[in-house]
């Protein structure tokens, strides 16, 4: 999907296929070229990677100018502080904002509940929605009475891929 929208909106796509069993040092070489690459202008890293690769080792070598997922350890960090602004927002979070804004629903002031911590959705969904000025509370598997807090929300975000918890990205808003 990502190959076939650059192809309709123009964008030149450079596709790096490498084996399950690539060796994490061949892949941050990889990472590595396409940083060094003036033709290339954002890297995305297809996750999960395989188990035998450390995650936050690879997203850690994009270079923070071409970090278009917004993985990046300062990306992050400017994101969850108050006054910074990162370069590049993950895409799936901040979809969940604009949908929010386009559906007429202000986050301003109203309590959110994010159902997932992942680095990829939960964590930043929730940072952006502290950002947005909602009151926000994160439910996961330690949560005691995750119900309750779900009951009571104005906004839910479900960002949880485990069994018995809401599975996928679905968001809801009650008046």
């Not at 990306?75 to 370069?87: D, F, H, S, T």
């Not at 929010?100 to 309590?111: D, F, P």
Request: with cysteine.
């Amino acid at each position: 999907m990502k190959r076939k929208a650059c192809a309709e909106v123009g964008i030149r796509s450079f596709d790096v296929n490498l084996p399950e069993e690539v060796p994490e040092s061949d892949l941050i070489s990889k990472v590595h070229e396409l940083n060094a690459n003036p033709d290339v202008h954002g890297i995305l890293v297809q996750l999960p990677l395989p188990k035998h690769i450390n995650e936050e080792k690879v997203l850690g070598e994009i270079s923070l100018e071409k970090d278009v997922d917004g993985f990046h350890p300062l990306n992050i960090g400017k994101l969850a502080m108050k006054g910074r602004e990162p370069l590049f927002q993950p895409c799936t979070p901040k979809g969940c904002l604009e949908l929010l804004s386009r559906s007429g629903v202000s986050v301003k002031g109203k309590n959110a509940v994010v159902v997932g911590r992942s680095n990829i959705v939960g964590l930043p969904v929730s940072l952006l929605l502290l950002k947005a000025d909602a009151t926000v509370s994160i439910v996961h598997s330690r949560t005691p009475d995750p119900e309750r807090l779900v009951r009571e929300a104005d906004i839910v975000i479900a960002a949880a891929g485990q069994a018995m918890m809401w599975y996928g990205l679905a968001i809801s808003y009650s008046n």
